[in-house]
């Protein structure tokens, strides 16, 4: 038997019953926001490495690494307020160039673009005026191979900074704390070679890494380094399986992007090598109010392109850096007819 509500058990009361249905539509998944896509640039920049990020005024920052052929070279741009009727097009040459990876974060004024180049030099450029002006190109260390293959960073609220660097099988860590770069630290794990790394703040440091695991099965795993939050200060936490490919078949999973404008969302590429081969990016976010360190993630999502670098072609530049923005907004024009 099932009790009747407060509210019924009144309108069940009263000397005259006019029935009503109310139905109420949400753009959500699970109380999630399900976002809707739509395509804002489409130009004549190859798909190799990109980073980009948002200050606090709401610009966005772009850079990108040309290919080899092009000497590797490395350009940002300002778009002032991103949107569909903005000019993508206008890039400035930094001067520098052998770029290997490169990685962009922000908080508030202050923008930090961060490469390594074919000397294993790891650099940063950094704005106080969210982009607008530069300062020079400062070395705060070095890679310990060029077989670098990932690179992400990430601000703290009160202004410190960590750089990830996946080198080969290990990924090393390197926080500007109180205006210091500290000295480099590696992880505590064992694994095969890593392909793409991206880190995202939230109480710790959490990470996404793709890669392959000591027996060369393609793994795509979550990871946290402790900042005091679900983890202690400067311990790793253990690495958790997001998504899986056998050595022996044709898959493998490449190139990561995490965020956190409501739930964690991540991008990711698939790699498909058999018959009728591609790179095809996916999609997956959190479950609402799981913690990072449950590793709680919806069935990742295929998009109908193709893309060889997540967050580095023309399309993605401008999807991943959107979409926080909307994202919160959209949440908040829930339609209730």
């Keep these: 038997m099932r009790s009747l509500s407060s509210t019924l058990l009144t309108a069940q009361q009263q000397a005259s019953h006019t029935p009503y249905v109310r139905i109420e539509a949400k753009n959500k998944i699970a109380g999630v926001v399900r976002l809707d896509w739509t395509r804002l640039y489409t130009g004549t920049e190859d798909d190799y490495f990109h980073a980009l990020t948002m200050p606090g005024d709401g610009s966005l920052i772009r850079v990108r690494v ?11 741009q300002r778009v002032v307020n991103p949107g569909s009727s903005s000019d993508f097009s206008n890039w400035t040459y930094t001067n520098q160039y052998n770029c290997l990876a490169v990685a962009a974060a922000s ?40 077989a670098v293959n990932g690179l992400a960073a990430a601000y703290k609220p009160n202004g410190d900074l960590a750089i990830f660097l996946a080198d080969q099988a290990t990924l090393y860590v390197k926080k500007y704390l109180g205006g210091s770069w500290q000295t480099k630290a590696a992880w505590d794990k064992t694994t095969g070679d890593l392909s793409g790394v991206a880190a995202v703040y939230d109480a710790d440091w959490n ?24 983890v202690s200060l400067a311990t790793w936490s253990a690495l958790k399986e997001f998504a899986s ?11 990561i992007f995490v965020d956190k404008p409501d739930v964690y969302r991540c991008f990711y ?8 081969a591609y790179n095809r990016p996916f999609w997956s976010h959190s479950v609402l109010d799981a913690k990072f360190l449950d590793n709680l993630w919806r069935e990742p999502v295929p998009f109908n392109l193709s893309s060889i670098w997540i967050s580095h072609c ?24």
Excluded at 245 to 255: I, K, L, M, V
């Design 269 to 276: 590429i698939e790699k498909f090598s058999g018959s009728e």
């Design 207 to 230: 990470l996404l890494v793709t890669g392959k695991d000591s027996s060369g099965n393609f793994k795509l795993w979550s990871l946290i380094y402790g900042d005091g939050g679900d």
């Design 66 to 76: 040309t290919p080899p052929a092009d000497g590797r070279k490395l350009y940002r």
């Design 314 to 337: 023309p399309l993605w530049q401008l999807l991943l850096v959107i979409y926080p923005q909307w994202c919160l907004e959209s949440s908040a024009n829930d339609t209730e007819p």
């Design 245 to 255: 490919a056998s050595s022996d078949g044709n898959f493998e999973y490449q190139r």
């Design 107 to 146: 908080l508030g004024a202050e923008v930090s673009i961060l490469w390594i180049n074919t000397s294993r030099e790891v650099r940063r450029l950094k704005s106080s005026d969210y982009g607008v002006s530069w300062g020079s190109p400062e070395l705060i260390d070095y890679s310990p191979t060029t």
